[in-house]
């Protein structure tokens, strides 16, 4: 993953729990660098590690903080340049998940070696069923909590409910997404 990922799990620890924490999380996941860089490739193992070291610290369940990494990553992202992307990609929750393989492609324009997820969405009535197709294991907690931060991008409360689940088996993470405005 880019190191922007991993500046913005910093940010995320800094802000709620302070720089004493991001310093223990880090050591306890063996990071030596003392920053990350924006544009720069890190193998997905240190965000795995800084994960698992920040839960063991917590004492919070992996998928808790998952969760609450996704929805920060979108507040995150939108104060930086690429807020302006997901504006610009949709005005609603709906459209916005529909165009995220297209914002992707734009992305990995500044990102060449970006191995985006992909993101299929298809309509269920008044819901939509989103299907995330990724290399990466593990993540369904962050894409729920993200297609809930993308909903407070646009003002509408958002339902996610996981249909289907890849590390068990599926052939992805698949979850229906109901959004309305919010009250």
Do not use: C
Not at 1 to 26: D, H, I, K, P
Not at 82 to 105: P, Q, R
Request: no cysteine; charged share 20%.
């Amino acid at each position: 993953m880019y190191g922007m990922v991993n500046q913005a799990l910093e940010a995320l620890v800094t802000e709620r729990f302070g720089s004493e924490t991001w310093a223990v999380v880090r050591e306890k996941a063996g990071i030596l660098d003392p920053a990350f860089i924006t544009m720069k490739q890190y193998p997905d193992e240190v965000t795995y590690a800084l994960a698992g070291a920040l839960s063991e610290h917590l004492q919070a369940p992996l998928p808790d903080l998952l969760h609450a990494f996704g929805i920060y990553w979108v507040a995150y992202a939108k104060r930086g340049p690429w807020g302006k992307i997901m504006l610009a990609s949709g005005g609603s929750t709906y459209e916005l998940l529909a165009t995220l393989d297209a914002m992707h492609a734009r992305i990995a324009i500044s990102f060449p070696d970006l191995k985006p997820p992909s993101f299929k969405v298809r309509t269920d009535g008044a819901a939509v069923v989103v299907d995330y197709h990724s290399h990466r294991p593990g993540l369904a907690p962050f894409v729920m909590g993200l297609i809930e931060g993308i909903g407070t991008l646009f003002g509408e409360s958002v339902k996610v409910e996981q249909l289907a689940s890849k590390d068990a088996g599926a052939p992805a993470d698949s979850f229906r997404v109901l959004a309305s405005k919010a009250a």
